[in-house]
């Protein structure tokens, strides 16, 4: 992909104002679902591969770089851009730096939709847990406090 590619840029000839740019883009963010949008990609195409809708070498060449950036992301060294707008337009461009154009082929068969909300459902399957660990520690706190507290007094209110 070409840097700078934008997915609704065919009718304009002059580009944006960086202020607009910036405005618009959603990096800034979605960057924290950057492992989901690579485990996803991972997974499709997988199936792409064993499926034949593309070769089986096509599907390895992918794979491979998907897996690189994967390994550079967990160890901080991938660096995202505004002006590839998203998560998936950034994964795109650094796959393609990578690999060359076969990246293009990762889009097969499956729509922007669908990978946001791969992402989306991967990233708070995720966070769930975290979620769900810190609301136990609260509730152990709550129960904590109570056990000790049994016989503090504390006047009751209906109103205010």
Same mark, same amino acid.
């Given at each position: ?5 934008? *997915? @609704? ?9 960086? @202020?607009?740019?910036?405005?618009? %883009?959603?990096?800034?963010?979605d =960057?924290?679902?950057?492992?989901q949008? *690579?485990?996803?990609?991972? %997974?499709?195409?997988? $199936?792409?591969?064993?499926?034949? /809708? ?5 599907? &390895? =060449?992918?794979?491979?770089? *998907? ?9 901080? =060294?991938? #660096?995202?851009?505004? +002006?590839?707008?998203?998560?998936? $337009?950034? /994964?795109?461009?650094?796959?393609t ?17 669908? &990978?946001?909300? +791969?992402? $989306? ?11 769900? %660990? ?5 509730? &152990?706190?709550?129960?904590?406090l ?5 016989? #503090?007094? $504390? ?6």
């Open positions: 992909m070409a840097e700078n590619y934008k *997915l @609704w840029g065919g009718r304009f000839e002059a580009s944006l104002e960086k @202020w607009v740019e910036e405005f618009g %883009a959603s990096i800034s963010f =960057q924290k679902m950057a492992e949008d *690579l485990t996803g990609s991972l %997974a499709h195409v997988t $199936m792409l591969g064993e499926t034949g /809708i593309i070769s089986k070498v096509e599907a &390895q =060449q992918i794979k491979s770089g *998907l897996e690189d950036l994967l390994i550079d992301y967990k160890n901080g =060294q991938l #660096t995202f851009d505004v +002006t590839n707008e998203d998560i998936h $337009m950034n /994964i795109e461009a650094l796959l730096a990578k690999i060359g154009p076969v990246a293009g082929k990762l889009h097969t068969a499956r729509s922007r939709n669908d &990978q946001v909300a +791969t992402d $989306m459902h991967l990233y708070l399957k995720m966070k769930l847990g975290e979620v769900l %660990a810190k609301l136990s520690n609260l509730r &152990q706190v709550l129960v904590d109570a056990e000790k507290h049994v016989e #503090t007094l $504390m006047p009751g209110y209906t109103h205010l």
